[in-house]
């Protein structure tokens, strides 16, 4: 079965920025889209997802509320948190949950360390 | 350009490509706001409205009773208007008071309210409009800050130049520094004509960002 990766942000347009950037590095890779946190967790409950980007400027519940919660039932999930507010205190947070930070608006290039370093954990089977 | 309402002049993903630019650009403000606050700093943009300047008087004057303090700047390029980040004027000592932290006397932090104001709206305007022009690919001259005071009405009635725009991009922005809620607004008016400058440079931009996919 492919890699599933799980985009979430309550914009479409950068959803769609994610999805390039991600299908221009890992072309073989399944995408699922989801608008918010709660439709996140639900799209986590029903199907095996490999890895998350996930925008951290969303309402109700934030990039990183999501990804701690995530990270509670999916320990060894590489989880990237995207953002244009890199402050100490928020990547202390991210730290906190191991999730890693790509900056908005995101690239190609500004992905790939992410990606790569993701693909590699998967392909060795540590996760 | 004929519209039956100001809200209708955008379509849905160009409406959502100008959200994702105010939020990117409050984003990186709120990095810089937090350089000078020294600590951390929330800010975000829950909403993005598209409205003729009588229903953002209407909706401001709705939403605050008493006066409004507001940070203003003129703002000129392929995009011509004023932007204004606006506080009720109850928030204003708190803004001072977030932002200088530790413990002033009510008399410091009076002789501070301009200068901490003036500040923190030219980084959150600079930052907001800087950003916005940049991925548009387009320059903006921003003037210097100015305080300003008054209701809604009269914020939005200022003297020419520039001549009063009809179209206000109404943004509300959750605010909070040093467990202090701060929230406010920032409105930016421009006239029709540079709407529709608007409404072309965020389709160059849609079509940047993905390659036609959208389509």
């Known amino acids: 079965m492919a890699i599933t990766v799980l985009i979430v942000d309550d914009s479409k347009l950068a959803r769609i920025v994610a999805g390039k950037a991600l299908a ?16 996140a967790l639900g ?24 990804a701690a919660e995530i990270r509670s039932s999916h320990p060894m999930m ?19 949950v191991n999730a890693t930070f790509v900056s908005k608006p995101l690239t190609e290039e500004g992905l790939r360390g992410f990606i790569s370093g993701a693909a590699l954990r998967l392909r060795s089977g540590a996760v | 350009m004929m519209t039956s309402t100001i809200s209708e002049v955008l379509n849905e993903l160009e409406l959502d490509a100008l959200t994702e630019l105010v939020n990117i650009g409050v984003s990186r403000a709120a990095f810089s ?12 943009v829950p ?26 700047q003129v703002f000129e390029g392929d995009i011509t208007g004023r932007a204004m980040l606006i506080f009720p004027e109850t928030k204003s000592l708190e803004l001072v008071r977030a932002v200088t932290g530790g413990e002033l006397s009510l008399e410091d932090i009076i002789e501070l309210e301009q200068e901490a104001l003036a500040e923190t709206g030219n980084i ?9 022009a940049n991925m548009l690919h387009r320059s903006l001259r921003m003037s210097l800050p100015e305080i ?13 130049p520039p001549e009063a725009g009809d179209v206000v991009m109404f943004l509300y922005i959750n605010f909070t520094v040093r467990q202090r809620d701060i929230s406010g607004y920032i409105v930016m008016l421009m006239d029709i004509p540079s709407l529709a400058v608007l409404k072309d440079l965020l389709g160059e931009f849609i079509e940047r960002a993905t390659d036609g996919m959208a389509s």
């Open chain 1, 24 to 39: 221009a590095l890992q072309p073989d890779w399944d995408r699922i889209e989801a608008g918010n946190a709660k439709e």
């Open chain 1, 43 to 66: 799209i986590l409950s029903e199907r095996k997802i490999d890895l998350a980007m996930i925008d951290f400027n969303m309402p109700e519940k934030n990039g990183l509320e999501l």
């Open chain 1, 78 to 96: 590489p989880i990237a948190v995207i953002t244009a507010n890199i402050q100490d205190e928020v990547i202390a947070q991210a730290r906190e």
């Open chain 2, 33 to 44: 706001l937090r350089e000078m606050v020294g600590e951390q700093v929330h800010l975000s």
């Open chain 2, 47 to 72: 909403a993005v409205d598209l409205v003729h300047r009588v229903q953002a008087i209407e909706i401001l004057e709705g939403r605050e009773a008493g006066s409004l303090v507001a940070v203003h």
């Open chain 2, 124 to 132: 959150l305007l600079n930052g907001c409009l800087g950003t916005i």
């Open chain 2, 148 to 160: 300003i005071r008054g209701k809604g009405s009269e914020l939005f009635n200022l003297e020419p």
